[in-house]
Structure formats: structure tokens, C-alpha cells
């Protein structure tokens, strides 16, 4: 399933993702933190987020664990499914490892792993190494370009090499380039890269 990320334009949760219903499969839900003004605008919009032929990603808070939590138990309570939470690995993660749809990214900076991980090919580039042999705890994609420094690009051939040891069919790929038009190109690009390799291995 391909996805993106719910900022490619200027706007709200619902307003991005009634865009993204004619491209993609899913649309990650962008949460970095759990304040009042973000439940108000989320609860708010998630009945008309139901009515668009969109499944959805959730990208918990970035901030502190306690707003993970909960973000999670809102969630709980709503009646909208959701694919898969991507849990940053902040102090005190491991609370909420075994919660329903939770996947582990690996960040720049910092490393760990669960029995359910999200692969970010740029940090994986520009920051510490993902180690290959957890290859199957991977059960999302975030995909990008990146030149070695930047990420977050459109996706070229670079990042595409680096990633092609990675690759499993069938798991959920998230663009995260946050520009509409990019990230239809590189959903293009990606589209190529899939069926050489799948030619590959035939």
C-alpha cells in the first residue's frame, strides 16, 4: 500500500487528505503532540476523514511519552481505524510496545528495536545504520530521497540504491516528502523501481 504523509499543502488533517484521496491508500495522520488544539481539530474532523476512500497511519506525539499515551487512548475510544501507530523511541517508549498497531521508527539519532519497527530510509542514510538482519520487524516503509545530508527530498536513484536491499513486497510505504506535486513524482519513480525489481526476481 502506498501512502503520504497529511501535510502536502497549507491546511487541515481533512482539507490534505480529501487531495491524497485520488493518489495514494492511506495518509499518515501527522500528530507531533497532543495539546488541545490539535484533539479538537483531529475529533473534530475524523467523522468526514471516515467518508474519503482513504485508510490511515498514525504518527504519535515527538514530544514526551505522556502524550503518547494519550493520543493512544483517544483513539481508543474513537471508531476509526487505524494501520499502524509510528512510535518514536523516546524515553519511556517501551510502556506502549505492546499496544495495538505500535512500529518502532528508527531515527537519526537514536536506535532501538521492537518486534515491530517503521524503516526511514533517509535516517537511515544520514544517521545511524538500520541493522539488515532486523529486516523482518519491518512492517512500514517511510520513503524519501535524500542526497547523504538532506532528507525529505524527492526520491532519486541514490536513496533508491541504498534502499533496495530492504525492499518486501506487500508492507505499507509512506512518502514523506510534503510537497504535493514531488510526491506524486516520486510515487512515479517508486512505481518503476518496484517493477524492476520485481522483474529481477522473477
Known amino acids: 500500500m502506498i501512502g503520504s504523509t497529511s501535510w502536502i499543502i497549507p491546511g487541515t488533517y481533512y482539507e490534505n487528505c480529501?487531495?491524497?484521496?485520488?493518489?495514494?491508500?492511506f495518509a499518515e495522520l501527522l500528530l507531533y503532540t497532543w495539546d488541545k488544539d490539535t484533539k479538537n481539530l483531529i475529533k473534530k474532523e475524523i467523522p468526514y476523514l471516515k467518508k474519503l476512500n482513504l485508510k490511515y497511519t498514525v504518527h504519535l506525539p515527538t514530544d514526551n511519552i505522556?502524550?503518547?499515551?494519550?493520543?493512544?487512548?483517544f483513539f481508543?475510544?474513537?471508531?476509526?481505524?487505524i494501520l499502524n501507530f509510528v512510535l518514536h523511541p523516546l524515553d519511556g517508549w517501551k510502556k506502549v510496545k505492546n499496544h495495538k498497531n505500535i512500529s518502532l521508527e528508527n531515527l537519526k539519532d537514536r536506535l532501538e528495536y521492537n518486534e515491530t519497527m517503521t524503516f526511514d530510509i533517509g535516517h537511515h542514510i544520514t544517521g545511524k545504520k538500520f541493522d539488515?538482519?532486523?529486516?523482518?520487524?519491518i512492517n512500514e516503509f517511510h520513503i524519501m530521497g535524500t542526497d547523504g545530508i538532506k532528507?525529505?527530498?524527492n526520491?532519486?536513484?541514490?536513496?533508491?540504491?541504498?534502499?533496495k536491499p530492504f525492499y518486501i513486497p506487500e508492507k505499507l510505504y509512506c512518502f514523506e516528502i510534503f510537497e504535493l506535486n514531488e510526491m506524486l513524482q516520486s510515487c512515479e519513480k517508486w512505481k518503476k523501481f518496484v517493477s524492476e525489481v520485481l522483474h529481477e526476481n522473477i
Open 18 to 25: 480529501r487531495i491524497l484521496e485520488k493518489y495514494v491508500d
Open 66 to 73: 505522556e502524550n503518547v499515551i494519550k493520543l493512544l487512548e
Open 76 to 81: 481508543d475510544e474513537e471508531d476509526i481505524e
Open 132 to 137: 539488515i538482519k532486523y529486516k523482518n520487524y
Open 151 to 153: 532528507d525529505h527530498l
Open 155 to 163: 526520491l532519486n536513484d541514490y536513496t533508491l540504491n541504498q534502499f
